[in-house]
């Protein structure tokens, strides 16, 4: 239960409350810090047996449990729920706050967690999270007690949440803002400047769990020539239809990279020279047959060349696997193109494959 007794006994006025949540939360951009925040400070004013932060799946468009505290949390973390079933998925809904004296009387309260964990959910409280007229998500408090609740700690709680979806929405904001500052313009793949971070994260992740991993870089053939007769604008739009075979060619714990020009790269996580090989060789198939911009009858046709190197098998370093493939793959500019090199360090050669 909350009181004005209680926010005294702890040294604060709901003003000084108000004032340090808009400091913490306006201070901190990460959004694990500003989720944690949120509901360290409600289990301290608010004392309730079961509170829980929920957000909005925007692909998936349902809510799922990012923060569940008190009784029996532990069986509802992996939990999700459909916008508009339940109190929680009503208040998102409907973006109003919702409060429960007896949720056993009401039709949009779903049983099925009290029958699975032998909880009893008496009262309950939703505020939506509300940035831009959108729904973020929402705060629930279970079995508070609402017979000691005044109108203003229900204000309370509702500045606290619009505080929590400003730095939610702002952590989002920058979140993106990051994310545009690894793309590439161009083909929104990740770019040369993020490639070395992704190398040094697949390398650490890959010497933890004893895995392989393989780099690919592949390099156009006479792309000079697309600029040249067809001008810039359709060679930009080319790269964008190779980056969207690059993508649909990997999996999604692959990466892809535009490097430079008409080059690109491919990590491909727990992989060995074999599956790299096979996939590469599906690439080079898929490009050879495929004819761009045929509804413009310009029906231009691209080839690339491509070299291929593994961690740990090759290389041990990140400048090493960036070397060794990149090497390769200029092997194969100078001896024909269209073709596929992948470098073996031990052995002291770039082995030729003939496909």
Same mark, same amino acid.
């Given at each position: 239960?909350?009181?004005e007794?209680?926010?005294? *006994?702890n040294?604060?006025?709901?003003?000084?409350?108000?004032?340090?949540?808009?400091k913490?939360?306006?201070?901190s951009?990460?959004?694990?810090?500003?989720?944690k925040?949120?509901? /360290?400070?409600?289990?301290?004013?608010?004392?309730?047996s079961?509170w829980?932060?929920?957000l909005?799946?925007?692909?998936?468009? =349902?809510?799922?449990?990012?923060?569940?505290v008190?009784?029996?949390s532990?069986?509802?973390?992996?939990?999700?729920?459909k916008i508009? /079933?339940?109190i929680?998925?009503? +208040?998102v809904?409907n973006?109003?706050?919702?409060?429960?004296?007896?949720?056993?009387?009401?039709k949009?309260f779903?049983?099925?967690?009290?029958?699975q *964990?032998?909880?009893?959910?008496?009262?309950?409280?939703?505020?939506?999270?509300?940035?831009k007229?959108?729904?973020?998500g929402?705060i629930?408090? &279970?079995n508070? =007690?609402? +017979?000691l609740f005044?109108?203003?700690?229900i /204000?309370l709680?509702?500045t606290?949440?619009?505080?929590?979806?400003?730095?939610?929405?702002?952590?989002?904001?920058?979140e993106?803002i990051?994310?545009?500052? &690894?793309? /590439?313009?161009?083909?929104?793949?990740y770019?040369?400047r993020?490639? &070395?971070?992704?190398f040094?994260?697949?390398?650490n992740?890959?010497r933890?769990h004893?895995?392989?991993?393989?780099?690919?870089?592949?390099?156009?053939?006479?792309?000079?020539?697309?600029?040249?007769?067809?001008g810039?604008?359709?060679g930009?739009?080319?790269?964008?239809? @190779?980056a969207?075979?690059l993508l +649909?060619?990997?999996?999604? +714990?692959?990466?892809?990279?535009?490097y430079?020009?008409?080059?690109?790269?491919?990590?491909?996580t727990?992989?060995?020279?074999?599956?790299?090989?096979?996939?590469?060789?599906?690439?080079?198939?898929?490009?050879?047959?495929?004819?761009?911009?045929?509804?413009?009858?310009y029906?231009?046709?691209?080839?690339a060349?491509?070299?291929?190197? &593994?961690?740990?098998d090759?290389?041990?370093?990140?400048?090493?696997? @960036?070397?060794?493939? =990149?090497?390769?793959?200029?092997?194969?500019?100078?001896?024909g193109?269209?073709?596929?090199?992948?470098?073996?360090k031990?052995?002291?050669?770039?082995?030729?494959?003939?496909?």
């Open positions: 239960m909350v009181n007794k209680e926010f005294l *006994s040294g604060l006025s709901q003003y000084e409350i108000l004032r340090d949540i808009g913490a939360l306006s201070s951009l990460e959004m694990n810090e500003v989720l925040m949120i509901m /360290d400070f409600i289990g301290k004013y608010y004392k309730p079961n829980s932060l929920l909005v799946d925007e692909e998936k468009s =349902d809510l799922f449990f990012v923060i569940a008190g009784d029996s532990d069986k509802i973390k992996d939990k999700r729920l508009g /079933d339940g929680a998925g009503w +208040s809904k973006q109003k706050t919702v409060t429960i004296k007896d949720a056993y009387k009401d949009r779903h049983q099925n967690f009290d029958k *964990s032998g909880f009893k959910t008496d009262t309950i409280i939703c505020v939506p999270l509300l940035n007229g959108k729904a973020l929402v629930e408090l &279970v508070v =007690d609402l +017979s005044e109108e203003s700690y /204000d709680l509702e606290l949440a619009d505080f929590a979806a400003i730095a939610l929405g702002n952590a989002r904001y920058i993106q990051k994310e545009l500052s &690894v793309r /590439d313009d161009c083909t929104k793949l770019n040369s993020y490639m &070395v971070e992704l040094e994260m697949e390398i992740r890959s933890r004893k895995y392989k991993f393989a780099a690919v870089f592949l390099d156009l053939d006479h792309f000079k020539n697309v600029n040249d007769n067809y810039h604008l359709i930009s739009q080319l790269l964008r239809n @190779i969207d075979i +649909s060619s990997i999996r999604k +714990s692959d990466w892809a990279v535009r430079g020009g008409d080059e690109f790269v491919l990590i491909l727990e992989t060995g020279r074999k599956e790299a090989l096979l996939l590469t060789e599906r690439i080079r198939h898929r490009l050879n047959k495929t004819v761009f911009f045929t509804e413009e009858n029906n231009i046709k691209v080839t060349s491509f070299g291929i190197a &593994v961690y740990p090759d290389a041990k370093t990140t400048d090493e696997i @960036i070397g060794l493939a =990149d090497h390769a793959m200029y092997k194969v500019k100078n001896s193109r269209n073709n596929i090199l992948v470098a073996e031990e052995n002291n050669f770039l082995k030729r494959l003939i496909l």
